[in-house]
């Protein structure tokens, strides 16, 4: 048992930011309790001290490509198909190389563990043993992930596609094998088509079946782009809508938790769907404007009761920081309000705080929240101002974090463990 000591943010609803003074105590990986002062049977527990400095729930980044991470902020020039052409195909294709995953993959992760994410939904490529060594890294960090090995077999350079549903299937066996037999605690494996497009109807087929078989969860894109809707259609002719492609093989939730990034130009009926089958919607802001993909209606479901968090989706994305995509949704929240449709009023930054922390975390358990029984998953944060000279309030000081904070972590907690 330990104590934190700082000033604690978080979000108990969607429109609510509460922040308390004191001591959070840790039991066991799990919040024990708040108090302002430590009662007299606990003043013998370490406690770690951060008077005035801000903690955050741990942040759940529900979508990002760890095999993009070298041209983060970088490739802004095209929309989503060419980009995927141009630039995610020959990057991703060099993972071949289990020397280059390694360097590329190392780096990643250390940037990685130095934001406010401590829990994340990983594309990886179509390497087994490359995404083997980032579970690797990512396990040692101690940092929680869910990793996926791609499965591509259509519409992909040669030079990055597997050959047939069955060499496919095959080396997506060894990799769940592989997975369990090192016994990884954090780095957990989940499947992941990389979108429709990418994969044949049979090989989604036999994803749906290991899903179930294997136990695991699966992500992958939906509704990003209107070409790529059109696209959807022609490939699979004898589906009515996007979401059914998944649906179909049973991959979009229910009893295979789900994680579904973009969900721009979902229909009614996908929405629908999304939110009786408890699809998690991954809102990806920077991503959505950088690859001109579109402005998703993220006040909705938040304000409707979907599950929605955020997710960075680099290097669509150009920041791991998930206070710039917090940032980010909330500005696109005002252009779809100003520019598309009137029906849903902004986001407010205390709504994205709770995307980033509460919507995403909730995928993982019992996270987001300092609460008695959720994990302790927590970043201590130094502010760009000096809050107590310019004397600012609560919901300021968030917002001033998000619009002009580094992200940087200057400590983090995972369940209980403190990994930075
Ligand atoms: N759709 C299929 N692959 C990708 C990808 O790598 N990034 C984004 N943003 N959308 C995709
Ligand atoms: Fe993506």
């Not at 020039?77 to 060419?82: P, Q, R």
């Not at 791991?320 to 995509?325: E, Q």
Request: contains cysteine; glycine residues 8%; negative net charge.
């Amino acid at each position: 048992m330990f104590a934190v000591k700082g000033t604690f943010f978080d979000t108990p609803s969607p429109d609510a930011l509460r922040m308390r003074e004191g001591y959070l105590v840790v039991d066991n990986g799990r919040i024990r309790c708040f108090c302002e002062t430590l009662p007299l049977e606990l003043r013998c527990i370490e406690v770690l001290d951060y008077t005035g400095k801000m903690i955050v729930p741990g942040m759940s980044d529900l979508h990002l490509h760890a095999s993009q991470y070298r041209y983060t902020g970088t490739a802004m020039d095209v929309a989503l198909i060419d980009w995927l052409s141009n630039y995610a195909y020959p990057e991703e294709a060099r993972y071949a190389d289990p020397d280059y995953a390694a360097r590329l993959y190392g780096a990643f992760t250390q940037d990685l563990l130095h934001t406010s994410t401590t829990r994340s939904c990983i594309f990886a490529t179509i390497h087994t043993d490359a995404t083997l060594i980032l579970q690797d890294l990512l396990e040692q960090s101690g940092m929680v992930a869910y990793v996926g090995k791609l499965n591509i077999d259509r519409n992909s350079p040669d030079y990055y596609r597997e050959a047939s549903p069955e060499a496919g299937m095959a080396e997506t066996i060894r990799w769940i094998l592989t997975s369990r037999s090192r016994g990884y605690q954090y780095a957990l494996p989940m499947i992941t088509p990389r979108f429709t497009p990418s994969v044949t109807d049979e090989y989604m087929r036999r994803l749906g079946e290991a899903a179930a078989e294997y136990g695991l969860p699966m992500q992958s894109h939906i509704s990003e782009n209107t070409d790529e809707i059109a696209w959807v259609k022609a490939l699979c002719p004898d589906t009515s809508y996007y979401y059914e492609t998944y649906s179909r093989y049973g991959l979009f939730g229910g009893t295979t938790p789900t994680v579904m990034a973009h969900c721009i130009y979902s229909s009614p009926e996908e929405c629908r769907v999304m939110k009786e089958q408890n699809v998690f919607i991954a809102h990806c802001p920077t991503s959505n404007e950088n690859v001109i993909a579109g402005i998703a209606p993220a006040a909705m479901y938040l304000r409707e009761g979907y599950h929605v968090g955020l997710g960075s989706d680099i290097a669509g994305g150009h920041t791991l920081n998930l206070f710039a995509v917090m940032a980010a949704a909330v500005q696109m929240s005002k252009l779809r309000w100003k520019f598309l449709s009137s029906d849903y009023a902004p986001l407010s930054i205390i709504e994205a705080f709770y995307m980033a922390t509460v919507g995403g975390g909730r995928f993982f358990g019992k996270v987001g929240l300092f609460e008695p029984g959720y994990e302790f998953d927590a970043a201590v944060l130094n502010e760009p101002v000096n809050h107590s000279v310019i004397d600012l309030r609560p919901e300021e000081r968030l917002e001033i974090y998000a619009y002009r904070g580094d992200g940087k972590a200057e400590a983090k907690f995972v369940s209980g463990r403190k990994i930075l």
